[in-house]
């Protein structure tokens, strides 16, 4: 069984480009999470997204943004990059929720992103 | 607020030794707490996820405990080797709606030959 797949591997950009991330969770799973990891820093929770919904967003500005399509792939876009935005982009995907269930989330390779 | 720390923040010891790195946390509701194996570079992989009424469970030479009432877990390894030496992550989900897990910062462990 195929696990949680991105795209790209790397990316560098200048400061004020956009970027679009890419992430194809587990076949099956409906949940699809981005988390950003900075250089040194824990895991920091981006998005939620279940059946095509965003469910849930983290402290993260406006301008980190993302949808979920019917094949439950996903896409994280960030504007106007900045020098801090450089790190580690995970995508996990889970089973779907249950009401106060909380199921394994799988973490793809992740998206190293650095902002020049 | 809800947090979760880990310690020590590092820690490097011989091939073949045991080891265990600590969690505590103060998230609120607590539906179960995680920990994660995260080589350089790579997303994190599970070793083990433990509801509030598990006190311990293991997975090979990773054993990990979990005390709800003083909202503290450790993950103990035993006979480490060198493909241990990664990032150790504890991570506790409130459950509910939002999903949401609270990630600790990770303990950096590196096994020396």
């Known amino acids: 069984e195929a696990g949680v797949t991105q795209s790209p591997t790397h990316l560098i950009k200048t400061r004020g480009q956009q970027v679009t991330l890419r992430c194809s969770p587990i076949s099956g799973h409906t949940s699809v999470y981005w988390y950003q990891q900075a250089l040194g820093l824990g895991l920091q929770f981006l998005l939620w997204?279940?059946?095509?919904?965003?469910?849930n967003r983290g402290n993260f500005p406006p301008r980190f943004s993302g949808r979920q399509f019917p094949n439950y792939s996903s896409e994280l876009n960030v504007n106007a990059l900045e020098l801090e935005d450089s790190a580690l982009y995970l995508c996990?995907?889970?089973?779907?929720?249950?009401?106060?269930?909380?199921?394994?989330?799988?973490f793809g390779p992740g998206t190293r992103l650095t902002v020049t | 607020k809800n947090q979760v720390e880990q310690s020590p923040q590092s820690l490097i010891i011989l091939e073949g030794k045991n080891c265990t790195l600590q969690c505590n946390y103060t998230v609120s509701p607590f539906s179960n707490l995680r920990w994660y194996k995260q080589d350089t570079g790579r997303g994190p992989v599970s070793l083990t996820i433990?509801?509030?009424?598990?006190n311990t469970k293991s997975n090979g030479r990773y054993t990990a405990t979990l005390d709800a009432d003083t909202k503290q877990s450790s993950l103990h390894i035993t006979a480490s080797q060198l493909s241990d030496s990664a990032s150790y992550i504890c991570?506790?989900?409130?459950?509910?709606?939002?999903?949401?897990?609270?990630f600790g910062t990770g303990t950096l462990l590196a096994v020396q030959p």
């Open positions: 433990m509801t509030f009424s598990e």
């Open positions: 997204y279940d059946e095509g919904e965003e469910r």
């Open positions: 991570v506790v989900s409130g459950g509910g709606a939002t999903n949401k897990l609270i």
């Open positions: 996990a995907s889970s089973l779907v929720l249950g009401t106060g269930v909380s199921y394994e989330q799988y």
